[in-house]
């Protein structure tokens, strides 16, 4: 059976950090690429970050850029987010999300369309 845990939400004050982990079983994730998405109350959700099948390859959205890392390592089936200088519009539901390719370098800016999610973790940042 499949399962996709994210890990490591909470609240924090503006300025603080966490790091988050998505954890996966009973799939070869070193076969995924994997995306963060976030989704605020009353709104859509959105792109944060993403990462190719060995890491070599990161995107990030323009609002996180320069704050987020995105890392895995497939040896432990966990790809993380680092959060740094964290900002209360960053408040939101945290998931985490793969799908199978072949394409080594692939990275998807996508919110949909993915193989696998996780339940998601609350993030909620206080100003």
């Known amino acids: 059976q499949v399962q996709v845990v994210e890990s490591g939400g909470g609240l924090v004050q503006a300025g603080g950090s966490l790091r988050l982990s998505c954890a996966a079983s009973g799939l070869t994730f070193s076969s995924n690429t994997v995306t963060w998405v976030r989704q605020a109350p009353g709104k859509e959700r959105e792109f944060v970050a993403a990462?190719?099948?060995?890491?070599?390859?990161?995107d990030y959205a323009d609002s996180v850029k320069g704050r987020f890392t995105i890392s895995r390592d497939n040896a432990k089936n966990t790809v993380y987010l680092q959060m740094n200088s964290l900002k209360p519009e960053d408040t939101a539901v945290y998931y985490c999300?793969?799908?199978?390719?072949?394409?080594?370098?692939?990275?998807?800016?996508?919110?949909?369309?993915?193989?696998?999610w996780g339940q998601g973790t609350q993030v909620t940042v206080s100003s």
């Open positions: 990462i190719s099948l060995s890491g070599a390859n990161t």
């Open positions: 999300a793969a799908r199978r390719t072949l394409l080594s370098s692939t990275t998807y800016r996508t919110t949909g369309g993915y193989d696998y």
